[in-house]
């Protein structure tokens, strides 16, 4: 069973414009993490945000965390094409359960 | 460093048939994961070793699936026999709580299983 959902299942936008994907989950976390999987290739961990943590940034990417709504966002900006790809985030349960969402489907087009 | 390693990359086979995914972690990764992926979703996890010992394997199908980590370091995962709804892409991950205490894993290209 997976944890969490995440909104919009598919996203569309041009070159250089911002996407901004989001999260919910249901039960109490330790950390969120956001990895990024490209066609036919494995995922790729891209940043991790604590549960003590409100927002964290990583060059082009910036995570939010809200523990109170149970929910997370995943901001990119200045999209390139080379950022096509599935977006998941990832609970950890315990000490070493990763639970994924069902991932957002992102598309640059140039 | 080398990341993780897994083979075959496609596999295709007629149901009932058996089936076997093959994983080398991270050298020095001492826990690893077989997580199972179907077409539109996220992974799920099916087993986790910590070594040579399963810890977690509630998520999988004990009847037909088996998996081993015989020395600690690589892992097998077989199903036997296989069945129409197995097909999916097979992940293996594996991570180290001394290097990365949040649990930063590091996944494998993964194993695609056709079954026809």
């Known amino acids: 069973s997976q944890q969490g959902e995440e909104d919009p299942q598919a996203l569309s936008i041009q070159e250089g414009e911002n996407a901004t994907m989001n999260c919910s989950y249901k039960t109490s976390i330790n950390n969120l993490q956001w990895y990024r999987q490209n066609s036919g290739r494995g995922l790729v961990h891209l940043i991790l945000?604590?549960?003590?943590?409100r927002e964290k940034h990583s060059g082009r990417l910036r995570v939010t965390l809200d523990t109170s709504k149970k929910s997370s966002s995943l901001l990119i900006t200045a999209s390139r094409a080379a950022d096509t790809a599935s977006y998941f985030c990832a609970t950890l349960q315990g000490a070493q359960k990763l639970v994924f969402g069902q991932g957002t489907r992102l598309t640059i087009n140039p | 460093e080398a990341g993780v390693v897994q083979s075959p990359r496609y596999k295709i086979i007629e149901k009932k048939q058996p089936v076997a995914f093959w994983c080398n972690p991270i050298s020095g990764h001492n826990t690893l994961y077989w997580y199972l992926q179907n077409l539109g979703q996220g992974p799920e996890l099916l087993i986790r070793y910590e070594n040579e010992e399963a810890v977690d394997d509630s998520q999988l199908p004990k009847d037909r699936f088996s998996a081993e980590r015989l020395k600690g370091v690589d892992s097998t995962l077989k199903i036997q026999p296989a069945e129409l709804g197995d097909s999916a892409v097979y992940l293996c991950?594996?991570?180290?709580?001394?290097?990365?205490?949040?649990?930063?894993?590091?996944f494998g290209p993964g194993t695609r299983l056709t079954v026809l």
């Open positions: 945000i604590r549960s003590n943590e």
């Open positions: 991950a594996s991570s180290s709580p001394d290097r990365s205490p949040y649990n930063e894993q590091f």
